[in-house]
Each structure stands twice: as structure tokens, then as C-alpha cells.
């Protein structure tokens, strides 16, 4: 299995070339919200960049964005450059720690792992209305992200064993996706999407990865929702002979949405490979938590 070559990193620019036939007087608008038109706001995966706090098993919390820079429309077409940006914080042991369900000192070290990436996703707006109706969508994206891992004020032998993933299984990647939203009637939405994170730096050779949701607009503020997704570590064996690994989520919640953005509050259960230098401890879990997201 082969790395992402570097070749990949010339088709954000190739996208974003396309651009250029765009008006500049309407065809253009700034700053229009979230980097996708088929967020991931509501996704299983704990990669989703979307603030918010989880209190159990592990108390952890997220603060992050992900916004398009602008929306440029291209005859039936619509390409949106973005970016994203996610800082998490998680204890390493189970459990709470005091009163409130807030990272603190207590439940062994403190870890994090910072992401970033930058995206070119581009949506066939017209073909989408006309195949699926008003609420379709269908849209591919190309993203070029880096993920490190990392403990604060304590020492953590993340890969303690020949065989364990290193260093948190981050490094250079580049994310192709593709996402369809369907509606199933009035009030409920279907999506799907399939993704590949392709690796040219770090433990893992490529993540690929799908998930599915269904939404339903049950009344005003109230949209009870459930989602799945699942994706498979392909390492590097010449790396600690590492081997594989692999992450499945199940999400259930009711999205808030209102002025100021979508207040998620859900529970989700986890099995698989855990995330930053958790990496390596594999685990059933059910949590609970809450996410909110500014669009």
C-alpha cells in the first residue's frame, strides 16, 4: 500500500482555479457558514469539528471552527474554500473528576491533539435539486490536514508495546470525501458520505471511512437525530509493526438549532480504537455530551 503522493496537494489549486469563472459582482458571496454544504456537525466520528463537552466516560471537551472563506457559484456548481481548526483536551482514565464534568487535574494526565486542515469542497447544486428536490445535495471535497497528540505536565507511553500505533496515529494527511443528502419526506433528511484520509507523514498509511444519518425536523428548535460511522486504520507496518486498527460510533441526540447556532445535546456509543495517544486502547464505550455549533 502506498502513501498519498505529493501530486495530491495540487488539487485543492486545480479547484480553486475553477473559480476563476465565477462573477465577481454576484457570483461570490463571503463568509456564507459552515465549509460544507452537507455539514459533519451531526457525524459519529469523533473528528468532527464541532465544539463541545463530553462527560463520560472520559471528561474531555473541543473547542473548534470550520467555515467557508466564501461560496462561489459556477453555473449549477457551487465550490466553497474553507478551513477548519479543532483543540481537544481529554483525561487519559475514566471516571469524573469533582463536582463538575470539567478537564481538571485527577483523572490521570491531561492529553490533547490540535487539528487543522484546509478544504475546497465543491456542490452540484442544480443536478442535487433536480434528482433528490429543494433539500438534496450532493458534494465531493478535497482536504489537506494535520493532526498531532500530545500530554501536558506528565509523562504517557502511548505505544507501550511492539505493535501499538505511534505517536497517536497523527500526521499529514489529505481527506477525499464524497456526501449525499436525500430527503425522505417532508420533514426528515438521509445522509450518507464516504471518505479516504490518505497519509503522506506519520503511523497510518490511509483511514478510509463512511457514515450514515437520518434527521427529522420533528417541530420548530427540535430535530431529533441519529447517525453512524465507521472507519479503518491501514498502518505503516515498518513502524513498531503496528497493525491495524479500526473505530465504529453510534450518535443519538436532538439538534437545538436557533439565532445563535445548534445546541446538540446526544449520547454515543463507541467501539474500536481510541483517539489521540488513546489510539491504542481499545474499548466499548457509552458516552454522553454535548455539542454546539455557530452554523
Known sequence: MRRALPVVLLLPALLAATATSARADDGVTWMPGNSREIPKTASASRDAPVSGLVFAPRVSAKGAAD???????????????????????????????????????GKGPMLWRGMFGFSFALSAEHLARRWFGARGAIEIAVTVGHESDHVTGASFNDAPDRGDIVDGGGGNFVLYDLAVRVPLGAHVDAWGRVEDRAYWLGPILHAPGAELGVRWYAAPHFEPLVSVFGERLLVDPNINAAKDGGFAGLLAGVGLPGALGELLPYSALDVGNGKGLLINRRELTLGIGVRYAPF
Not at 68 to 97: M, Q, S, T, V, W
Open 67 to 105: 467555515f467557508a472563506f466564501a461560496k462561489i457559484d459556477l453555473d449549477g456548481f457551487a465550490l466553497r474554500p474553507g478551513i477548519y481548526a479543532a483543540f481537544e483536551l481529554e483525561h487519559a482514565d475514566p471516571g469524573l473528576n469533582g463536582p463538575l464534568p470539567l478537564p481538571g487535574e
